[in-house]
């Protein structure tokens, strides 16, 4: 981990994971889940269509979901983790649980009033 800046190769997956809904996206779809695109949407509140789609699409370029066309009327898209997408779970389990951990922390460091000095 004792690496020059520019070879810090934690920057190649955060510009593939990063941004404020590709996280909730993959936790969303993390659990072995099918979702359809509204499903998904529902379950990320505050995300737009338009965004959604955008986030949806550039993790699609990058292989870590895949989108399913069932050829039907009206067509119902599906959207679900690939095999290799997956390899990013431990990471993506590791955060929820520091995350889950440091809100802990901040709260019982919150309830504490300031002593007077």
């Given at each position: 981990?004792?690496q020059?800046?520019?070879?810090?190769?934690?920057?190649?997956?955060?510009?593939?994971?990063?941004?404020?809904w590709?996280?909730?996206?993959?936790?969303?779809?993390?659990?072995?889940?099918?979702?359809?695109?509204?499903?998904?949407?529902?379950?990320i509140?505050?995300?737009?269509?338009?965004?959604?789609?955008?986030?949806?699409?550039?993790?699609?370029?990058?292989?870590?979901?895949?989108?399913?066309?069932?050829?039907?009327i009206?067509?119902r898209?599906?959207?679900s983790v690939?095999?290799y997408?997956r390899t990013?779970?431990?990471?993506?389990?590791?955060?929820?649980?520091?995350?889950?951990?440091?809100?802990?922390?901040?709260?019982?460091?919150?309830?504490?009033?300031?002593?007077?000095?």
């Amino acid at each position: 981990m004792n690496q020059p800046a520019e070879r810090c190769l934690v920057n190649s997956t955060l510009d593939i994971i990063s941004g404020k809904w590709k996280m909730m996206i993959l936790f969303q779809l993390m659990p072995e889940s099918t979702l359809r695109f509204n499903e998904l949407k529902k379950r990320i509140p505050g995300i737009t269509q338009r965004v959604l789609t955008k986030q949806l699409r550039e993790l699609e370029q990058e292989d870590i979901i895949e989108r399913r066309i069932y050829p039907e009327i009206p067509p119902r898209v599906e959207y679900s983790v690939t095999e290799y997408g997956r390899t990013l779970q431990p990471i993506l389990t590791l955060l929820h649980e520091w995350g889950e951990a440091h809100l802990t922390r901040k709260e019982r460091r919150d309830s504490v009033e300031p002593e007077l000095t």
